[in-house]
Each structure stands twice: as C-alpha cells, then as structure tokens.
C-alpha cells in the first residue's frame, strides 16, 4: 500500500498516507515492516521491527473526492533537461511526481502500474513502480529514476504513465536525442535574453557528463574585433551547461554600441577533446 520515509527525532517517528482504492475491501489484518538508521553517541547504529496487528478494510465515510490525476515534471537525467536535449547512451529516466492524495504504487489494480514507453512501444511497457521513492516525511510527493543502457543514437520519445489512489491517471512525454560520447559534442546552444540590454546567459548541451572541461566565450563585432572573452571551468552533472553571464560590456568593462555580435563557444575536455558552437546575438540600448 505505501512505501515511505520518515523523519526519526528523538527516538520518534511518525507517518501519514491515505490508502489506495486497490485493495481487498474484506476486514484483515495487515502488515507493516519498520527500519530505521542513524547515528548515536558517534555509532551507527539500525533498528527494524514489525507489526500484524494493523486492520485493513473497508471505505472510510469523511473522504473528498478527487478527480485529478498525478502532476508529472519528465526529465532526463536531471532536472535541467529541456525537451529535445542530448544525452549519452545510458541516460536515467527523471521524474518528479505529486498528487494532494499520493500516488498508486501498490499495482494491484489491473493497468494502474506506474508505466513508461520508449518509442511508442505500448506492447512493450516499463513498469516503474518499484522505482519510484517517497520524498521524506511525504505521501504526496516523490521522484522516479530509472537507468536506461545502450540506447540507440538517434531522437527517442518516451511517455510516463502515473495512477493516484484514486485512480486517476495522467501521462507526460518528452523528447530526447542520443548522442556518442566517444567526441565532444556541442549542441543547442542559446543565449536568453536576445536581445540583449544589460546582461545574458548562455546555455548549450553537451554529451560529456563526467569529464571536466575548459569552456571560452569569444564575443565579437561584425567586422571579427574580439570584444569580449569569458573563461569558465565546468564540472558537469548532467548534459546541460550555464548560465555562464555577460553584462554586455567590453573587456575594458565599457557599453559596447548598439548592433549584432558574433559569439563563439569553445569547449575542451580534460581528455584533449575540442568542440565548437557560434551564434548571434543583438545589443540594444
């Protein structure tokens, strides 16, 4: 029925959960399974225990009804991800989930798993449930991660499927692209906001998500005078890079006139490995 967390104080805990529409309505008695760590008087120390003396059964009369399935953020890898990005071919599936009543993750209810498809393959569905983890000292909230492994390179589409406990349900999809990591690879690469007043922020994704790297940004007027450089370390997590600001000024710290900019990214691996991306951006007064 529930599989959370709570906070333990002083020795003391306790927990909430509304119980989910799938189960057996017959009076019983029901198990709950307890473990606990945490640190005394310098040691690590673990508890566990059980109890069969809960009763289950039956609906309870002062409930409010709810009609409104689950909220889904879809990500991959991380919460950085926008709709389209790259990654490698091990990305993880990233979902954050509420729902004001809590989410099914009992499965009892025939079709009420917590689903993904890759690809549009609905024969072929990945049951999430014994992925998803409660945030601590919630019943409404958690997260899902689930690892995927040699993904094809290439534009994938993948859809997630979530049940409340009063089982409504709720999908979200999204779209990512994979991308081999054996060369440093830019993409997407954005500055927000253009036009430009006073400052901007750059973005670009890449598909390096565990090596550092040396990141240049070499902004130039038309006729190709170097008017600004920027030099940044990155150690990632993930695939997304930035905000890396310029405040629109010259490396003297002077307004620059009005007019487009050339900007150019460099981007090099601590393996030696070099990517490159430009754009254009437009300063205005």
């Known amino acids: 029925m529930f599989n959370g967390k709570s906070t333990v104080t002083n020795g003391e ?4 959960f ?4 799938d189960i ?34 039956g609906t309870a009369d002062d409930y409010s009804v709810d009609n409104l399935g ?8 991380d919460t ?12 993880n599936l990233f979902a954050l989930l509420y729902d004001e009543n809590g989410i099914n993750t009992v499965g009892n209810g025939i079709g009420h798993d917590m689903t993904a498809v890759l690809n549009q393959e609905s024969s072929n569905p990945i049951v999430l449930n014994d992925f998803y983890e409660y945030d601590i000292d919630s019943y409404q909230s ?7 492994s040699n993904l094809e390179e290439g534009t994938h589409t993948l859809t997630v499927k979530v049940w409340d406990v009063f089982n409504n349900s709720s999908e979200s999809t ?26 901007t922020s750059f973005y670009f994704e890449h598909n390096q998500s565990d090596l550092d790297m040396k ?52 981007a090099k691996a601590s393996d030696g490995e070099v990517s490159t991306k430009s754009g254009r951006l437009i300063l205005i007064d």
Request: proline share 5%.
């Open 24 to 57: 057996n309505y017959d009076f019983g008695k029901g198990k709950i399974s307890l473990y606990a760590k945490g640190v005394l008087n310098g040691e690590k120390i673990d508890a566990s225990g059980f109890s069969n003396e809960i009763i289950i059964g």
């Open 70 to 77: 689950p909220e889904i953020q879809l990500f991959i890898n």
């Open 215 to 266: 990141v240049n940004l070499v902004i130039m007027d038309l006729t190709g005078k170097v008017v600004k450089v920027i030099e940044d370390n990155l150690k990632p997590v993930g695939f997304r890079y930035g905000p890396l600001e310029w405040d629109g000024k010259s490396t003297e710290g002077n307004k620059l006139d009005s007019g487009i900019y050339i900007y150019n990214i460099v």
């Open 13 to 16: 805990f306790s927990f909430t």
């Open 80 to 91: 950085n991800f926008v709709r389209g990005g790259i990654t490698n071919n091990n990305p």
């Open 142 to 148: 958690g997260v899902i991660e689930y690892p995927f």
């Open 174 to 199: 999204t779209e990512f692209k994979v991308i081999s990591a054996q060369n440093l690879t830019i993409q997407n690469l954005i500055n927000y906001p253009n036009p430009v007043v006073d400052f």
């Open 18 to 21: 509304i119980v989910p529409k």
